[in-house]
């Protein structure tokens, strides 16, 4: 956590420090930070949460051949985007906003889209480039050019390889996760997934094969493999450790969302049972928020039948709402094309989505407004409410230790009308707040305009009509520790 005063500066140092005269403040009076409640996040999560938005893309033999799930026997033949350009498809994830990509290395089908050592099945063996491209290094190194991160999907169940379901196979698996771990640069990501589906090639055997998914992979010594060469990249399985699934694949998270869940409970392992991700635990054993994960296109890969089914800037909109909204990350799906490419249409529609959140969060209508808390906890400079329009994650308006309910009134510097409120909890401290309400000051009196739950690293409360008002009220009705808000925003959608 990056806090506002050196963590090791507590009560007894500001003691200290006020005594030899250093600092002129009422020093005595300042209270050291809230003790964090429940489970935290990590360094690595944090960074995860703050990026918000980021894109998959799904590209691989099925492209070419107009399936979702290869079935291991695709010749390398029939990978030849006739196109590629790894700048054209970053610059779009980049101006959609997306703050990273996940490239799928190996889907389910087995092919690799870098030469791997240790397979034949890869584009060394495609037209591609004459067999000498890589599109991991290509989409890698256009991440770096433009400044966003970069991820890998590898997927653990394989149809092509023969020796899938026999414990040769993972030593295989390993290798090829080694390779992306030390080639590549940073990832902030490994995205394991958790489809085991039976049937395939497997070097020619052509049969039905089953594994138990809670001990084939040997899930802790593998993911050690990434903590030791990639210790910020973040982890994810279904159940986490890092980020988990949100239970679904049309990027809508539940209300609540909390960022937590009971490890303790069976089914709580990759590929395991999906039963509580949607909406998390509470209070839960560990840190595990969720990655709303949707493709912009009916499928994940590209089919050219899709090209008039590409989701509006509305829909986009509305998931943006429902999963950034609701304290998650967005992982949107933009499939390349046969030449290697994002769609026209895809474009179009991103572009429009961007330019209405962009207009919708340029102007904070909250900013410069007075504000009357009903307890602060002292001192004001440390944790008073004009923190929570500093724009920073880590610093918060916060009460004495035994608050559980409070208010926070904003007197606007001029009626503003506004049908986005914009919420965060300084999460380094966990998650506190169970529900809260907002007010706005009509005909003399408060009248409540919303009510909602969870708010964790970020809540988005969307109205169906704008309000005009000049005094608007945060009330946190339910917590479980005293609240520390982070951010506080009034935004109207164009
Ligand atoms: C699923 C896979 O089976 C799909 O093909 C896709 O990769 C999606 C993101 O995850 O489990």
Known sequence: MRSRLPLSLTVAGLLALASSGCISINSAEASPPPAPYGPVPTERQLRWHEMEFYGFLHFTVNTFTDKEWGYGDESPQVFNPTDFDANQIVRTAKAAGMAGVILTAKHHDGFCLWPSRYTEHSVKHSPWKGGQGDVVREIADACQRHGIRFGVYLSPWDRNHRDYARPEYLTYYRNQLRELLTQYGDLFTVWFDGANGGDGYYGGAREKRQIDNRTYYDWPNTWQIVREWQPMACLFSDAGPDFRWIGNERGFAGDPCWATLDMTKPGRYPGGSSEGLTHGERPGTAWIPAECDVSIRPGWFYHPAEDSQVKTPAQLLEIYYASVGRGCCLNLNLPPDRRGRIHENDIRSLADFRRILDTTFATNLAAGARFQASSIRPTRRLYGPRLVLDGQRDTY???????????????????????????????????????????????????????????????????????????????????????AIAEFGLYAEP
């Open 397 to 483: 308006w916060t009460t004495p230790d035994e608050v559980r309910t409070a208010e926070l009134a904003l007197t606007l510097r001029q009626p503003a009308t506004f049908n986005v409120v914009d919420l965060r909890e300084a999460i380094a401290l966990g998650q506190r707040i169970e529900a809260f309400a907002l007010d706005q000051w009509r005909d003399g009196a408060w009248v409540e305009f919303a009510q909602g739950t969870s708010i964790g690293n970020r809540r988005l409360v969307r109205l169906p009509q704008k309000i005009t008002t000049d005094r608007v009220r945060l009330r946190i009705i339910r917590a479980s520790a005293c609240p």
